[in-house]
């Protein structure tokens, strides 16, 4: 069979290996890609368009926009200085140089270049230090005469793995293509709603994505706006909320403990606590409070910015929880934030006849045995890591389940709580609290299956912290500055960052940091903190600082998550540029917490790029985090607000939610309406665009 030789209709669900050129090992690199059928193929979307239709000036390149030229060599360098180079000075007709830069090739590549010779060639221009140039441009090699052939149409760029090149990728969707049959891939939007918007059916949509014809608008396909991609965008976008309304109604039909309890013991609670709640904790206590009395699963999201006083309202409806006879589960992603939750739950419960069961991780043997007999027990709070919802640990009626900062988790662990179901087919309520403040859109899109509780409002008497960004170049200023205010008493964080996400290299650059500060600042107590240490040494250090006893407490970004130490006033954070606006306000939301002045030192590399100053600039600006957030999500997308760890979200194939935010009210508006009426189309849609994580949810 060759490949144009029509393909019988495709049902979708064969193996790839049916098309022509696919083999055994083709088929392992296609399921890296997560490609298994055909239909996988169908819905292989291209990451953007190459224009190999039309050729460029040279004269007429613009840096950074990829372009088509034909060139004859002028000259042609290679070599090994520090690494191996190759240099091919090109010239169009009108006499125009131009340098093609290659870091790999082989030996038979570099002696192919002849000067004299014609190329078409492809790429990025950028401007070098001697003019324009392309690096790893595509090229072919022409006959001294003749037109060259240009492409017809724009050329799809796939999404591929290492070992297997675009042009194969390429092949094999367009022979899935030429199978795909409207009988197999049944449309799932209602025709007046496409006809509304003048967008296309799904099938001609597949093609016009993955194949565009000529004259299709180049600019449309780029910025993703061609009715075709928003079709599909849409649809995508819908298929995800679906899923998570269907995750949602799920829960809906389950039962789940009635938690009413007379209020005196939350009562004794607030009265021990020593101020008064604001009245956003009192609304979103009182929602919360509703929810446990009514007998379907609580699912329910908290938000507020750092310092509003989440832990407060988490520890009312635990009381509620308990006073109701059921136990109640709190959970945070690092033993040092679980660790915080203990002391300030030990705090306020003990008092009261209440003391928490410890249970991480690095509990072993006897000491684990009898927390977790403790818990078979019944006893009323337990508090630790995820290490309560694995395997072997038994409730004997757990009634409430609190996940703080719920973006470290991920949906797994959401849904693992399920499996602890008590007793008669109950399931236990579930609080997630998160500090990442996530704006409206997002959060529409991201936990449609989570009901959304805002806490928009700040303890009285913060003052708001002062930022200022300061070049590295100025360190031993900033040094001098934290050492005399130190020495006046106060207490500061000296935060190591770094874009690698290895804890060792972080770990590392804390400690170099540390030995400097400690040999410059001999009069000052100076403290470590990062993730490589032992448990109980990371304690020993926060307990120090939180005591007073060491005065500058260096620190990687474990202290990121609800670490609270009222007295802290100064940060440092070095590497300020290279970390997402949502982060740093997270660790600058660790000062400020208390009555005294408190200010925030972002070193950065210089020189900044134009967008990197904006961005501390609006840090700088402000302390508002849904504004910093929004602002963040705007510069850098959803993926860092939210992690990527987060199911059903990084796993967008097409849409992007800043770029295609404006769609997600129709989305919301349809997903509600098919939800009730159309069960067919949703599976459709389901299966079609969620799949694996769907998978999940289900479970
Ligand atoms: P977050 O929302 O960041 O988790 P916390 O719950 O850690 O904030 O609260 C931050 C600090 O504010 C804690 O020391 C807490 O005791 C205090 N706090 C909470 N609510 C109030 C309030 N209504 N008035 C004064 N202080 C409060
Ligand atoms: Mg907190």
């Given at each position: 069979?060759?490949?144009?030789?029509?393909?019988?209709?495709l049902?979708?669900?064969?193996?790839?290996?049916?098309l022509?050129?696919?083999?055994?090992?083709?088929?392992q690199?296609?399921?890296?890609?997560?490609?298994?059928?055909?239909?996988?193929?169908?819905f292989?979307?291209?990451l953007?368009?190459?224009?190999?239709?039309?050729?460029?000036?040279?004269?007429?390149?613009?840096?950074?926009?990829?372009?088509?030229?034909?060139?004859?060599?002028?000259a042609?360098?290679?070599?090994?200085?520090?690494?191996?180079?190759?240099r091919?000075?090109?010239?169009?007709?009108?006499?125009?140089?131009?340098?093609?830069?290659?870091?790999?090739?082989?030996r038979?590549?570099?002696?192919?270049?002849?000067?004299g010779?014609?190329?078409?060639?492809?790429?990025?221009?950028?401007?070098?230090?001697?003019?324009l140039?392309?690096?790893?441009?595509?090229?072919?090699?022409?006959?001294?005469?003749?037109?060259?052939?240009?492409?017809?149409?724009?050329?799809?760029?796939?999404?591929?793995?290492?070992?297997?090149?675009?042009?194969r990728?390429?092949?094999?969707?367009a022979?899935?293509?030429?199978?795909l049959?409207?009988?197999?891939?049944?449309?799932?939007l209602?025709?007046h709603?496409?006809?509304q918007?003048g967008?296309?059916?799904?099938?001609?949509?597949?093609?016009?994505?993955h194949?565009?014809?000529?004259?299709?608008?180049?600019a449309?396909?780029?910025?993703?706006?061609?009715?075709?991609?928003?079709?599909?965008?849409?649809?995508?976008?819908?298929?995800?909320?679906?899923?998570?309304?269907?995750h949602?109604?799920?829960?809906?039909?389950?039962?789940?403990?009635?938690?009413r309890?007379?209020?005196?013991?939350?009562?004794?609670?607030?009265?021990?606590?020593?101020?008064e709640?604001?009245?956003?904790?009192?609304?979103?206590?009182?929602?919360?409070?509703?929810?446990?009395?009514?007998?379907?699963?609580?699912?329910r999201?908290?938000?507020?910015?750092?310092?509003s006083?989440?832990?407060?309202?988490?520890?009312?409806?635990?009381?509620?929880?308990?006073?109701?006879?059921?136990?109640?589960?709190?959970?945070?992603?690092?033993?040092?934030?679980?660790r915080?939750?203990?002391?300030n739950?030990?705090?306020?419960?003990?008092?009261l006849?209440?003391?928490?069961?410890?249970?991480?991780?690095?509990?072993?043997g006897?000491?684990?045995?009898?927390?977790?007999?403790?818990?078979?027990?019944?006893?009323?709070l337990?508090?630790g890591?995820?290490?309560?919802?694995?395997?072997g640990?038994?409730?004997?009626?757990?009634?409430?389940?609190?996940?703080?900062?719920?973006?470290r988790?991920?949906?797994?662990?959401?849904?693992?709580?399920?499996?602890?179901?008590?007793?008669?087919?109950?399931?236990?309520?579930?609080?997630?609290?998160?500090?990442?403040p996530i704006?409206?859109?997002?959060?529409?899109?991201?936990?449609?299956?989570?009901?959304?509780?805002?806490?928009?409002?700040?303890?009285?008497?913060?003052?708001?912290?002062?930022?200022?960004?300061?070049?590295?170049?100025?360190?031993?200023?900033?040094?001098?500055?934290?050492?005399?205010?130190?020495?006046?008493?106060?207490?500061?964080?000296?935060?190591?960052?770094?874009?690698?996400?290895?804890?060792?290299?972080?770990?590392?650059?804390a400690?170099?940091r540390y030995?400097?500060?400690?040999a410059?600042?001999?009069?000052?107590?100076?403290?470590l903190?990062?993730?490589?240490?032992?448990?109980?040494?990371?304690e020993?250090?926060?307990?120090?600082?939180?005591?007073g006893d060491?005065?500058?407490l260096?620190?990687?970004?474990?202290?990121?998550?609800?670490v609270?130490?009222?007295?802290?006033?100064?940060?440092?954070?070095?590497?300020a540029?290279?970390?997402?606006?949502?982060?740093?306000?997270?660790?600058?939301?660790?000062?400020?917490?208390?009555?005294?002045?408190?200010?925030?030192?972002?070193?950065?590399?210089?020189?900044?790029?134009?967008?990197?100053?904006?961005?501390?600039?609006?840090?700088?600006?402000?302390?508002?985090?849904?504004?910093?957030?929004?602002?963040?999500?705007?510069?850098?997308?959803?993926?860092e607000?939210?992690?990527?760890?987060?199911?059903?979200?990084?796993g967008?194939?097409?849409a992007?939610?800043?770029?295609?935010?404006?769609?997600?009210?129709?989305?919301?508006?349809?997903?509600?309406?098919?939800?009730?009426?159309?069960?067919?189309?949703?599976?459709?849609?389901?299966?079609?665009?969620v799949?694996?994580?769907?998978?999940y949810?289900?479970?």
């Open positions: 069979m060759t490949d144009k030789d029509p393909l019988p209709a049902a979708g669900d064969e193996p790839v290996s049916v022509p050129g696919v083999g055994p090992k083709a088929e690199l296609l399921a890296r890609l997560g490609i298994a059928q055909v239909r996988d193929l169908w292989h979307l291209p953007r368009y190459e224009d190999r239709t039309r050729l460029a000036a040279i004269a007429g390149l613009v840096p950074g926009q990829p372009a088509q030229i034909l060139v004859r060599v002028v042609v360098e290679h070599g090994f200085r520090f690494r191996p180079f190759l091919v000075t090109v010239a169009d007709d009108a006499g125009h140089q131009l340098l093609l830069r290659f870091f790999h090739f082989n038979n590549q570099a002696l192919g270049f002849k000067p010779q014609r190329l078409l060639c492809f790429g990025e221009p950028r401007l070098g230090p001697n003019g140039e392309m690096v790893h441009a595509n090229y072919r090699t022409l006959p001294d005469e003749g037109e060259p052939s240009l492409d017809q149409r724009q050329r799809p760029v796939y999404p591929t793995t290492q070992g297997l090149d675009n042009r990728l390429a092949g094999w969707v022979a899935a293509l030429r199978g049959d409207s009988d197999r891939l049944p449309e799932a209602p025709a709603w496409l006809a918007r967008w296309p059916a799904l099938i001609p949509a597949l093609h016009l994505v194949t565009p014809p000529a004259g299709t608008s180049v449309e396909l780029a910025e993703g706006q061609h009715p075709a991609q928003q079709r599909l965008v849409f649809e995508e976008l819908l298929a995800h909320q679906l899923s998570l309304k269907r949602r109604a799920s829960l809906h039909h389950l039962r789940a403990p009635v938690l309890g007379s209020g005196e013991l939350s009562g004794r609670l607030l009265a021990g606590l020593g101020f709640l604001t009245c956003a904790q009192r609304r979103v206590a009182a929602e919360i409070a509703d929810d446990l009395a009514a007998g379907r699963p609580m699912l999201l908290v938000q507020g910015d750092v310092g006083g989440k832990t407060v309202v988490a520890a009312l409806a635990a009381a509620q929880a308990i006073e109701a006879g059921c136990q109640v589960a709190v959970m945070a992603p690092t033993e040092l934030l679980a915080q939750h203990e002391r739950f030990a705090a306020w419960f003990t008092p006849g209440l003391t928490p069961v410890w249970l991480t991780g690095r509990i072993k006897r000491a684990r045995e009898r927390a977790l007999a403790d818990i078979a027990g019944g006893a009323p337990a508090l890591t995820h290490a309560l919802m694995q395997e640990v038994e409730f004997a009626r757990l009634g409430l389940a609190i996940v703080d900062e719920q973006h988790f991920g949906v797994h662990q959401r849904l693992a709580l399920r499996d602890k179901g008590i007793a008669d087919g109950e399931v236990p309520h579930q609080l997630v609290m998160t500090a990442t704006p409206r859109t997002l959060a529409m899109a991201a936990y449609a299956d989570l009901d959304l509780s805002v806490i928009d409002e700040l303890p009285p008497g913060r003052t708001p912290v002062t930022t200022v960004a300061i070049a590295g170049t100025r360190l031993d200023e900033v040094v001098a500055r934290i050492g005399a205010a130190c020495s006046a008493g106060r207490q500061a964080y000296w935060v190591c960052t770094l874009i690698e996400e290895s804890e060792t290299l972080q770990a590392q650059a400690e170099q030995e400097q500060l400690a410059a600042l001999p009069h000052l107590r100076v403290g903190v990062h993730g490589r240490m032992k448990g109980a040494d990371k020993a250090a926060m307990a120090a600082f939180q005591s060491t005065d500058l260096v620190a990687t970004t474990v202290i990121e998550v609800g609270d130490v009222p007295r802290a006033s100064l940060m440092v954070i070095e590497n540029e290279r970390l997402g606006l949502a982060q740093l306000h997270q660790l600058r939301g660790r000062v400020g917490r208390g009555r005294t002045e408190s200010a925030c030192v972002l070193l950065y590399q210089a020189p900044l790029s134009a967008l990197a100053r904006q961005r501390l600039d609006i840090l700088r600006q402000s302390n508002d985090g849904f504004r910093i957030a929004q602002e963040d999500l705007e510069l850098r997308g959803p993926g607000l939210l992690g990527t760890r987060q199911t059903g979200l990084a967008f194939r097409i992007n939610l800043v770029r295609d935010a404006q769609l997600l009210p129709a989305v919301a508006e349809l997903a509600e309406s098919l939800v009730g009426s159309d069960g067919d189309n949703v599976d459709i849609l389901i299966r079609r665009w799949g694996q994580a769907e998978r949810a289900g479970a």
